[in-house]
């Protein structure tokens, strides 16, 4: 039988752009350019190696976001994914973590699956904890921060490396995965495979079909507030010596002067 | 007066500073309620009521260390339940951000997470928020439900105001998802005896200028002599020079210390995300155009092999 393997994705504005909030407190995405969210494309990457392993696989990239995010979902179709599918509503502008992992969970069971694999957090928001919540939403065992995963006779096995220790995790599927940095590095798309990501699927779905009411997401249906936000003053500019062969030594003045010795 | 309810995080009964210093941004909401789980739950109680803990609810079981992350979501809701409280505190460590946000989710709640300060508004507390690699501040509040809010390491002073810190049993019932994901074994990370990297006063970093794994010791001789932590670059860490734990940026871990002391790191965003809320910044490169120099208090353009042991010596022979 196949494995039904589900990535959710994320496009994000490129963070080495000049990011900055929009009026609604909400992320311009109009001044920066989009991308995959990098982190994301280690769960591509992961994916495709299970399916690699699976005698039968199927691997579904799912992403939520306006009409651009149809790049990030190009780009793990062209890494080797099968199939993609977009849930896009205007509705969803301004939507929080509760409300897109409403929207996710909802989505991912409308497309059916075995795994749900995600990066460890956005590039963006940062949070981290959407992968937990949909395994909360779902139903489903939480198999979260892996640098090492492996799926075997339906069960997923990782190590996830904690602050304190190291720990060895194991759960049946079905099951929500997320993967660190450290899974694996990610394959950069082959032309083979950008030219035939071009004519792979990729499905539509709205609020509707999705059977959400418009006021459980987007900014007014948010379950959080952002009242302001506000640029960091830039620094004053530091003292910057050149090291002519006490550098050192001018830096510990430095470092005394400020009480740190 | 409201009450808040603390998660704690301890080690067999030793509470982890950013505890503390979540149970002082308690105190500005309402009157401190802490849940500690686990072995030596009970021995937190002393510490916790030193620091303004009125009630500690206590719960030790099997399943809290055989099973991940949701037998503590089951204990923290069931200490929601017994406490009603107007707020959740969890300190923002990867494992506290998911029980937190499971626990938002099954209440019906917001979540805000990393918050770096906290204090009491009209519409109940508000975050303060770093954002885009911390170049923008937010501030925030949870609209729908009982705000539930992770807070950053270093986020506000450990303070002492005694409270009762009476101790009771909270009897937890777990359910059908508790036992989902079994942990197989567990290898306890080796302690190199210096700070944590997240709670560290004095973080000392190397990256791509350390040139090798067997350069590091240039670093941790430093760090050493300043009693820091070492955090290293994603560049050191993707080159196998330094542990994936140590790393700081985005994709490693955040880090807020009173001194941040970058050795041979250019300062690419996905670092500057980790380290650019640090009090005071110090760079040590040998090239001059490196980013990171915008963001320092003092820099010094130079030879990382020359300036960090003269740097080390200066400050022994200051120490004595």
Redesign the interface.
């Given at each position: 039988m196949s494995l039904r393997i589900v990535v959710c994705v994320k496009y994000v504005p490129d963070?080495?752009g000049d990011?900055?909030?929009a009026d609604d407190?909400t992320v311009d995405r109009d001044d920066v350019d989009g991308l995959l969210s990098e982190?994301d494309e280690y769960a591509v990457e992961q994916a495709l190696q299970i399916a690699d392993e699976a005698d039968d696989a199927e691997i579904t990239v799912l992403t939520v976001g306006p009409e651009d995010a149809k790049d990030a979902l190009r780009k793990a179709l062209s890494m080797g994914a099968d199939k993609a599918i977009h849930v896009e509503d205007d509705d969803l502008h301004g939507t929080?973590?509760?409300g897109t992992?409403l929207v996710l969970a909802k989505a991912i069971e409308k497309a059916g699956y075995d795994l749900v694999i995600t990066g460890?957090?956005s590039?963006?928001g940062?949070?981290?904890?959407l992968?937990?919540?949909l395994?909360?939403?779902l139903?489903?065992?939480?198999?979260?921060?892996l640098?090492e995963v492996k799926v075997e006779d339906g069960t997923v096995?990782g190590r996830?490396?904690?602050?304190?220790?190291?720990?060895?995790?194991?759960?049946?599927l079905p099951?929500v995965v997320s993967v660190?940095?450290?899974s694996g590095e990610a394959r950069y798309p082959s032309f083979k495979g950008i030219m035939a990501a071009k004519k792979k699927p990729v499905e539509s779905w709205d609020l509707e079909e999705l059977e959400i009411e418009a006021d459980e997401v987007g900014l007014e249906g948010?379950?959080?507030?952002?009242?302001?936000?506000?640029?960091?003053p830039a620094?004053t500019a530091?003292?910057?010596?050149?090291?002519e062969?006490?550098?050192?030594?001018?830096?510990?003045e430095?470092?005394?002067g400020?009480k740190?010795? | 007066m409201a009450e808040v309810l603390v998660y704690v995080d301890h080690?067999d009964g030793a509470v982890r500073k950013p505890t503390l210093e979540l149970l002082t941004l308690a105190r500005r909401i309402g009157e401190p309620v802490a849940l500690a789980l686990g072995a030596g739950a009970a021995d937190t109680a002393a510490v916790l009521a030193e620091h303004g803990a009125v009630k500690v609810l206590t719960a030790d079981a099997p399943e809290f260390t055989e099973y991940?992350?949701?037998p503590k979501?089951d204990a923290l809701q069931a200490a929601y339940d017994a406490v009603s409280p107007a707020a959740v505190l969890v300190p923002s460590?990867?494992?506290g951000?998911?029980i937190?946000?499971?626990l938002?989710?099954?209440i019906g709640?917001?979540?805000?997470?990393?918050a770096i300060d906290l204090e009491a508004g009209d519409e109940g507390p508000?975050a303060t928020q770093?954002?885009?690699?911390?170049?923008?501040?937010?501030?925030?509040?949870?609209?729908?439900?009982t705000p539930v809010i992770t807070v950053k390491p270093n986020s506000a002073p450990v303070e002492a105001a005694p409270a009762a810190g009476a101790v009771e049993a909270l009897a937890v019932t777990f359910g059908a998802?508790a036992t989902?994901?079994?942990?197989?074994?567990?290898?306890?990370?080796e302690s190199t005896g210096r700070p944590?990297l997240?709670e560290a006063a004095?973080v000392v970093s190397g990256g791509r200028g350390v040139n090798g794994a067997e350069n590091f010791h240039i670093i941790e001789e430093l760090a050493d002599s300043?009693g820091a932590a070492v955090g290293a670059s994603r560049a050191a860490v993707d080159a196998g020079w330094y542990p994936?734990?140590n790393q700081v940026g985005?994709?490693g871990k955040s880090v807020s210390p009173?001194?941040y002391i970058a050795s041979g790191i250019s300062g690419a965003?996905?670092h500057r995300?980790g380290m650019?809320t640090s009090k005071?910044?110090?760079a040590?490169n040998k090239d001059?155009e490196a980013p990171i120099?915008?963001?320092?208090?003092?820099?010094?353009?130079?030879?990382l092999f020359?300036?960090?042991?003269?740097?080390?010596?200066?400050?022994k022979a200051?120490?004595g």
């Open positions: 963070a080495t990011r900055h909030f407190l982190l929080d973590v509760i992992s460890m957090a590039t963006d940062t949070m981290g904890v992968p937990a919540i395994a909360e939403r139903g489903v065992p939480q198999v979260t921060l640098s096995t996830r490396d904690g602050d304190s220790a190291s720990e060895q995790l194991e759960a049946s099951a660190t940095d450290q948010s379950w959080t507030a952002v009242d302001s936000a506000a640029q960091r620094r530091g003292t910057i010596v050149k090291d062969g006490e550098g050192g030594k001018a830096l510990a430095f470092l005394a400020q740190f010795i | 080690v991940l992350v949701v979501v460590s990867a494992e951000k998911e937190a946000a499971r938002a989710v099954r709640s917001g979540i805000i997470t990393d508000v770093a954002a885009f690699a911390a170049s923008f501040t937010t501030k925030s509040r949870v609209s729908k439900g998802l989902g994901t079994k942990v197989v074994s567990r290898t306890p990370r944590e997240t004095i300043l994936h734990s985005q994709t009173q001194l965003i996905q995300a650019q005071t910044i110090v040590i001059a120099f915008d963001l320092v208090d003092y820099g010094v353009v130079g030879d020359a300036v960090v042991p003269q740097l080390t010596e200066e400050i200051r120490k």
